[in-house]
């Protein structure tokens, strides 16, 4: 498929404003996409990355096989479709859920960040198959729409907030199962959950975010940088590098 060819549709676009999120796509074939996964449990995650304290995160900066997916055509160039040529991805990690991982709360991920504005896309992207069994993650369609106060979560849980269980329209909720090299996109207010994984097979997934120039990201650590895979920043609000300059490190 063609760049020219990977744009979205009128109806897709308004499909993302009515329901906050696209998808599921595909970046390529499930066997080479467990590939590259096999790559980066062996020749990446092991290693230190640019951010200290959470070697899983940020690894586009120093791995081109990740930054090969963070700036895949066939993800950025739909993001395009939505929030022009300009675009930055300013922070990604692997999400690697074990057998026993723990349950995902009910949560919009605004709450989570200090984003000025709150603009981000995330892209939840599969390495491997991502079934109920596995703990698939779950959305509720047009969830974006309605800001939900969060609370304290239990330590049965990843997080420690978590939306208001008594607002969460569950009945709406629909799973989200994925081939390896599938994905879907989301807005920074839909509502989305993982259950604990109580199969014997690990799910496998990334997740990738992404933003425009306009947007101020507070830095997550020394030294930090957003990325552009599209266009050029023309805002110089954060510290930005281009694609092509980490290419030629």
Not at 30 to 56: F, N, Y
């Amino acid at each position: 498929m063609s760049i020219e060819t990977i744009g979205l549709s009128g109806e897709e676009r308004e499909r993302f404003h009515r329901e906050g999120y696209l998808g599921p796509y595909s970046i390529g074939r499930p066997e080479a996409v467990r590939e590259i996964c096999a790559r980066l449990e062996r020749e990446v995650q092991p290693t230190p990355g640019p951010w200290a304290k959470h070697p899983d995160q940020m690894r586009h900066l120093d791995s081109a096989e990740v930054r090969g997916l963070v700036a895949h055509p066939a993800i950025v160039e739909r993001l395009a479709g939505l929030y022009g040529a300009d675009l930055a991805c300013w922070r990604s990690n692997f999400f690697f859920k074990a057998p026993g991982g723990k349950e995902v709360p009910w949560h919009q991920d605004a709450e989570f960040w200090e984003l000025d504005p709150p603009v981000n896309v995330t892209c939840w992207l599969a390495l491997d198959d991502v079934t109920r069994e596995n703990a698939c993650m779950q959305i509720v369609p047009g969830s974006h729409k309605r800001i939900l106060p969060h609370v304290a979560a239990g330590e049965v849980m990843l997080f420690d907030k978590m939306a208001d269980p008594k607002l969460v329209p569950l009945e709406k909720a629909i799973d989200v199962e994925l081939k390896a090299g599938e994905f879907i996109l989301f807005n920074e207010r839909l509502l989305h959950h993982s259950e604990a994984n109580r199969s014997a097979r690990w799910r496998k997934n990334m997740v990738i975010r992404y933003t425009v120039p306009f947007v101020h990201v507070p830095p997550l650590y020394e030294g930090y940088t957003l990325t552009m895979v599209r266009g050029e920043d023309r805002f110089n609000l954060n510290p930005s590098v281009a694609l092509a300059e980490l290419a030629a490190v």
